[in-house]
Every structure is written in C-alpha cells, then in structure tokens.
C-alpha cells in the first residue's frame, strides 16, 4: 500500500511599527564549511605503511588536490591520524617534516606503531 505524506511550512511574521514592510530575497546566503586543518608531522605515530604502487602524496584527502610529492613503491611513511575518506594521513618516513595523505588502495599497514 503507498502512503503519501503532505509536509507544510508555513512562515508567520509580526511587525509593529512604521516600517512593517517584508522583502524575501533570492539571495544565497552563506553556509558554514567544514574548515581544513593541516596535519600536523609532531603528531604521535599510529601505524607504519609501506606504499604498494607509485603514487601520490597529496596535500588533502582528496583524489583531486594538489600533488606534495610522488611516492614511489617501496616508500615508506608513517599514519599520524585515522584514516580519512579512504586515505591515510601520514609524514614520510624519509622526511618526517613532510605530511600529506595517501590513498589507502596503494599502502598496506605494516605494523601499528613506527618502525622500520
């Protein structure tokens, strides 16, 4: 048996005064955005990962943002929060002071905890 469900918003405005005039606009107004905070190499290890097939290290979790370097397979680096979006967020093991994010499909973990 389908069902229909009605859903009515009703708008109900009071005004005193002179200027009791109205106006809706068709304006788009501003809406809060999730706010990008960059990783930070300082934090605490909390996974090893070894880079399964040449790849890029980018500079969000996000296929298409922009290239921090090139990972080659082999590469090591280290997981310094959760995974994000199918991404580790990670510094090289390399350069520790260099931190991007890698696509999970291309690193495999190796141990929970820096090493190697």
């Given amino acids: 048996m389908l069902e229909s469900v009605g859903l009515v918003f009703a708008v109900a405005a009071f005004a005193s005064g002179t200027n009791s005039q109205i106006t809706f606009t068709t ?30 290290l980018l500079a969000a979790a996000d296929p298409k943002a922009e290239v921090v370097q090139d990972l080659k397979a082999g590469d090591r680096a280290f997981q310094i929060e959760h995974d994000e979006n199918g ?30």
Avoid: M, W
């Fill in 27 to 56: 304006e788009a107004t501003a809406s809060p955005t999730k706010q990008v905070v960059p990783l930070d190499p300082n934090n605490p290890v909390i996974g090893t990962i070894t880079i399964n097939e040449d790849t890029p």
């Fill in 87 to 116: 991404f580790f967020p990670v510094k090289l093991a390399s350069d520790e002071k260099v931190v991007g994010y890698v696509d999970k499909d291309k690193a495999t973990i190796i141990c929970p905890v820096q090493c190697g």
